[in-house]
């Protein structure tokens, strides 16, 4: 007997992240879509939130040809305020966004529904909850059109839901349409995150949790409801790492199928351009240092990079500060090092006196005032990084080796300061720190050493982990260096990281080289080609597990 095909004939995947750069899922979505595209004949369709109103989204081209007799039915007939085009990515695939303000005048009947099929406890929600899953609900019902429309009755379809955020669509879906093969994957758990962001020690005690009466403490209910239901109901459960597989295990009560991360390094410069871009990244990076501290940096520099969502403990920015104070009382150090922490926050607007400064040829004789901070902050008196660099006594002077650089700015090209987007920066540094308490899987760390940058992560990481499973060698000379951290080891990461920097600023310019050939070999490992069979795996049991109800 023939074995039977489980190949998917369609694909829906849906997250708030779909044309929406918020975080890491972008990047997860946005360069696994065209690996899935070279599927044999698949039809991949991803469904975001249509959340621009004033503006366009810049990642989302309109094309108004497109599905246009499902599109005019589905307006007419279900009422959904869509449009359709392709996501400006490697394979372009096909988007559909949605308007969901429709659903809000059904929320508390859609929450009744959930209440009585699935358990979701809605009652005490609050914040982002209600938007969220009006846009998966949202998500559900046009998936529903669609499947309806061109009659896929008798095609292999599965439905991708991603977060909590959507977990009401995965329920719809499940609901509505038993034929669909319904996957959901949890990036990292709401009540983990919490936990963790909380300043609880997550990991020393997580089998000892009780993910209901935390959630009741941390007045994460809802949130945590409605992703511990969708975990259960759906026909395959899955998450990024190794590491939050156990976190699922424990604070969602089910055992989730493991699909790491990868990255599409398509649109990665090679060769000379490769080095053009470094050393123009170079360039602009020093020249923002100097004009804001007011005298001439090494142009050897070591120049040193974090960067991420603005969680200070839990992305281990605490500890970044932390170590570089260290390593600036090392007098053995005789290179200055320029670290950037490229982290987005409740910024004002960009420096207007910087900006005037980086027209100039020379380097001005004097620091500006806060010579610390590229863009003006709301909060400039409680923002965490900038206290720790006072209590610290961290002024960037001229004698201080060491040289700390807030950018609290998203780097999307169009920041007033740089004026270009993050991957143009990264290039241009020697080293980057990822030194993360709660990070489902890093891609900071992945994409670092995608760019040849040699990289510092932990063990907390879900691609730290990874690293170590593919054999990690003590210091940088692999082009990659795994911390151990645990709840309570902050000193010893902190004097680990000192150190493998130090160690940085001692290489020659050939050992540089060579580390940044061994961080890209390390990438390649790590790419979709190597991981989106761990999908295939996914798609295949929910497809399995659907043509049991069929």
């Not at 990642?59 to 589905?74: D, M, P, Q």
């Not at 089910?254 to 060769?271: A, C, H, Q, S, Y």
């Not at 002024?395 to 999307?412: A, M, Q, T």
């Not at 670092?448 to 990690?472: H, Q």
Request: charged share 25%.
């Amino acid at each position: 007997m023939a074995e039977q095909n489980y190949t998917p004939d369609y694909i829906f995947e849906t997250s708030w992240e779909v044309c929406n750069k918020v975080g890491g899922i972008y990047t997860v979505l946005s360069t696994r879509a065209k690996t899935m595209q070279e599927m044999d004949k698949t039809k991949v369709v991803f469904i975001g939130p249509d959340v621009w109103k004033e503006t366009e989204s810049p990642w989302f081209s309109e094309n108004k040809r497109l599905l246009a007799g499902w599109k005019k039915e589905a307006s007419e007939k279900d009422g959904l305020k869509i449009r359709v085009g392709n996501w400006k990515v490697p394979g372009k695939p096909l988007v559909i966004l949605v308007d969901f303000d429709q659903f809000y005048n059904q929320k508390n009947a859609i929450y009744g529904r959930m209440w009585d099929k699935f358990g979701v406890d809605s009652l005490h929600a609050y914040g982002d909850y209600d938007e969220s899953c009006m846009f998966a609900y949202a998500t559900g019902v046009i998936i529903e059109s669609f499947y309806k429309y061109h009659k896929l009755e008798d095609k292999k379809v599965v439905a991708h839901f991603n977060e909590w955020m959507l977990g009401m669509g995965a329920l719809y879906i499940k609901d509505r349409l038993p034929r669909i093969g319904t996957l959901f994957t949890t990036h990292a758990t709401s009540i983990g995150r919490s936990i963790a962001g909380n300043n609880k020690p997550l990991y020393n005690y997580l089998d000892a949790y009780d993910s209901d009466q935390m959630a009741r403490e941390l007045n994460m209910v809802a949130k945590h409801s409605v992703e511990k239901a969708a975990a259960k109901h759906v026909d395959c459960f899955t998450t990024v790492s190794d590491i939050t597989a156990r976190e699922c295990r424990n604070l969602l009560h089910r055992d989730p199928l493991v699909t790491p991360n990868g990255f599409e390094k398509d649109f990665i410069p090679v060769g000379e351009e490769h080095e053009k871009k470094r050393l123009k990244a170079r360039k602009a990076l020093l020249n923002v240092a100097e004009k804001l501290l007011g005298y001439d940096i090494q142009t050897d520099a070591l120049l040193v990079a974090t960067s991420g969502r603005y969680e200070y403990r839990n992305k281990g920015l605490d500890v970044f500060v932390d170590a570089l104070h260290r390593l600036n009382n090392i007098k053995q150090l005789q290179k200055d090092v320029v670290a950037f922490i490229m982290v987005p926050a409740w910024t004002d607007t960009y420096r207007k006196d910087l900006k005037d400064r980086l027209k100039l040829k020379k380097t001005p004789k004097e620091a500006l005032s806060h010579p610390y901070v590229t863009h003006w902050l709301r909060n400039m008196n409680h923002d965490s990084i900038l206290n720790q660099l006072q209590y610290l006594n961290m002024h960037n002077r001229k004698e201080d080796r060491v040289k700390i650089i807030f950018v609290p700015s998203y780097l999307n090209g169009n920041d007033g300061i740089f004026d270009m987007p993050y991957y143009d920066l990264l290039i241009g540094m020697d080293v980057t720190v990822f030194a993360s308490y709660y990070e489902p899987w890093g891609y900071t760390p992945h994409e670092s050493i995608a760019f040849s940058v040699p990289t510092i992560t932990t063990s907390l990481a879900g691609f730290g982990l990874w690293m170590r499973k593919m054999g990690d060698e003590r210091g940088m000379d692999d082009g990659a260096e795994v911390l151990t951290r645990d709840d309570y080891n902050f000193i010893e990461v902190s004097e680990d990281i000192c150190n493998r920097v130090f160690e940085m600023t001692t290489k020659s310019d050939e050992q540089e080289r060579i580390l940044r050939q061994a961080a890209l070999d390390r990438a390649n490992l790590a790419d979709w080609a190597h991981f989106f069979k761990y999908y295939q795996e996914a798609y295949k049991i929910a497809l399995q597990k659907a043509s049991t109800r069929i």
